[in-house]
């Protein structure tokens, strides 16, 4: 039991790194096409 949790919590924590590391991307390319576009 306590096994599972804590594969829970990883499982957790990594989408949220991966959710987060996709946002910051998505900003700097839309930072990226913004510059372009003026």
Do not use: H, P, T, Y
């Not at 990594?14 to 576009?37: C, H, P, S, T, Y």
């Amino acid at each position: 039991m306590d096994f599972l949790f804590n594969v829970l919590i990883w499982v957790g924590v990594v989408i949220f790194a991966i959710f987060i590391i996709g946002f910051m991307a998505a900003a700097k390319l839309n930072k990226r096409q913004d510059e372009k576009n003026d």
